[in-house]
């Protein structure tokens, strides 16, 4: 069994945004991490900038050959991995309503938002159970959350709920290998996708609160910085 004493994170779309400076403050507290990117190429220009204890990897979420050929590599390093960061996300679609939805659109949001993150977790969990204590994090919204769902963004809208859906299956599925699995809300925030809002390190340390809660820690639960909200 791997040491507690190694601490190896991947976070999914770690070139900007959330991912990134999610990626940031983990090093800064002495992790190491694999900064994952849809491209060997953004992967390595933002694990250049984030120094020697940032490892780039390709992974695209939506190709599950990607992740397998990913999870290989992460794999055959001898790091293990004690922090998988479901982060990559995509189509904030608040040009769409639901009854008039392109669905071809609300599919590709699905296969990002949830698919991807499912197929991740799915190829984490061996390397995760190897830890004697691990977290998952599947960065969601308060936009997936059903009580408070209204008609707009109906596709990042549902595939965030249904991220939620799947916190609470992998939560109850991965208790007995000591793996916590929560979702969290990092706020609005002022990337690319949120166009506006608090600062990214703000939003990212929620992100981070959930990756290094200790081994009693909360599972199976929704959080925006450190709090329980509302499903
Ligand atoms: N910003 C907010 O206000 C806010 C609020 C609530 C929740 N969130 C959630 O926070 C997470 C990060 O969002 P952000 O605000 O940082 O957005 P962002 O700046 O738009 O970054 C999104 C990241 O996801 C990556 N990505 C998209 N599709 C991918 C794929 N198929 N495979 C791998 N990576 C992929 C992007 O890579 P590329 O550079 O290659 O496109 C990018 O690195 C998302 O899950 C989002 O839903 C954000």
Redesign the pocket.
């Known amino acids: 069994m791997a040491s507690d004493a190694i601490k190896t994170a991947l976070v ?10 999610t990626a940031r403050q983990l090093i800064e507290e002495g992790w190491t991490v694999w900064v ?4 060997q190429e ?1 992967a390595d220009v933002a694990s250049h900038s984030l120094g020697n204890m940032a490892r780039p990897i390709e ?5 599950f050959e990607s992740v397998e050929v990913a999870f290989e590599d992460l794999g055959l390093s001898g790091d293990g991995l004690s922090a998988l960061i ?5 189509d ?1 679609d608040n040009d769409q309503r639901v009854a008039t939805a392109d669905l071809n659109r609300v599919r590709g949001i699905f ?3 949830f698919f ?1 993150a499912w197929c991740v977790s799915i190829a984490a969990a061996p390397l995760l159970a190897e830890q004697q204590h691990s977290t998952i994090v599947n ?5 997936g959350s059903i009580f408070d769902m209204g008609a707009g963004t109906p596709g ?1 809208s549902t595939s ?1 709920a249904a991220l939620n859906a799947l916190t609470r299956q992998l939560a109850a599925d991965l208790k007995p290998q000591g793996t916590l699995v929560n979702a969290i ?11 506006g ?1 608090r600062p ?1 390190a703000e ?1 990212a340390a929620g992100i981070v609160w959930a990756a290094t809660l200790p081994k009693d820690g909360p599972t199976s639960g929704f959080f925006r910085d450190g709090k329980p909200i509302a499903w």
């Not at 479901?86 to 995509?90: E, S, T």
């Not at 809300?185 to 166009?195: E, L, Y």
């Open positions: 999914t779309g770690a070139n900007r945004g959330l991912g990134y400076e994952s990117a849809r491209s953004k992974i695209d979420v939506h190709s479901n982060n990559a996300g995509a904030y296969e990002t938002n991807g960065v969601s919204s308060g936009a990042y965030k809300c990092p706020g609005w925030v002022a990337t690319d996708m949120g166009g809002g990214v939003g």
